[in-house]
């Protein structure tokens, strides 16, 4: 094969990688229904409540690291200036905390989950991500709801920085599910073949955490 063809073949497997991924992806999971948005035992707030563990984490763009790894082709670290260099996109969400508080239309710009993993490419036998933090926090969810088309890597929020309060400089966003699978201070997306419990699945929440089904505690 020549040179040429080799770029070839490399981009057309890389397409259909792709191609096969977001297939894979586009599998429903949101059980939203069509005419509901505020999911069962929720009630509406105008403002933004600020829930950790207590210890915020202070993290220049400068020190901050992003590392992908675990059931991956091609895992990677970014640095700050790696991931702004990646395709920037924007998603509008709902918020849903399992402390009952939701609130409506959160506008967020920043990477989508679905253009890091075209990136890392993960295996076939990966089924879960685990999501590491700066504080030490952790969470997990199947990798079809962290791929899922809302799912993002959020850096801004309302066209500001995401403050450090809320997770700055970068946080995940999951809007299907209750707002602790949304990790703040992100560090660390581990794909794994089996699921594992996070901090608070470990403490009694739910595995998966559907708002639409009041999936907040394990025996939910
Ligand atoms: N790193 C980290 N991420 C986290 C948490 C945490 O303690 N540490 N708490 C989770 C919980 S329980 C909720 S409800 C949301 C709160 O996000 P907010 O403070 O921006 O509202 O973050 C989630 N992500
Ligand atoms: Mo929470």
Same mark, same amino acid.
């Given at each position: 094969m020549s040179d040429e063809d080799a770029a070839t073949d490399s981009k057309l497997t890389l397409s259909k990688r792709r191609w096969a991924a977001e297939g894979k992806f586009l599998t429903g999971r949101i059980s939203r +229904? &069509?005419? &509901?948005?505020l999911p069962p035992g929720q009630h509406l707030v105008k403002n933004w409540p600020v829930l950790d563990l207590g210890q915020q984490p202070e993290i220049s763009t400068s020190g901050w690291r992003l590392e992908v790894s675990g059931l991956v082709e091609n895992p990677l670290t970014f640095r700050w200036a790696d991931f702004q260099a990646l395709e920037q996109s924007t998603r509008v969400t709902d918020i849903h905390c399992v402390t009952t508080w939701s609130r409506y239309d959160n506008r967020w710009e920043g990477v989508s989950t679905r253009e890091l993993l075209d990136l890392v490419m993960p295996k076939a036998e990966a089924h879960y991500v685990m999501l590491t933090s700066y504080d030490g926090y952790t969470t997990n969810l199947p990798l079809v709801d962290f791929a899922a088309e809302d799912a993002i890597l959020a850096t801004a929020w309302e066209g500001q920085p995401l403050s450090a309060e809320h997770g700055g400089p970068m946080r995940l966003v999951v +809007?299907? *599910?209750?707002?602790?699978?949304?990790?703040?201070? *992100?560090r660390r997306i581990d794909l794994l073949r089996a699921d594992k419990a996070g901090f608070w699945e470990m403490n009694g929440y739910h595995m998966y955490a559907d708002p639409w089904k009041e999936q907040r505690y394990s025996e939910d």
């Open positions: +229904p &069509e005419t &509901e948005r +809007p299907h *599910l209750y707002f602790w699978k949304s990790a703040k201070w *992100l």
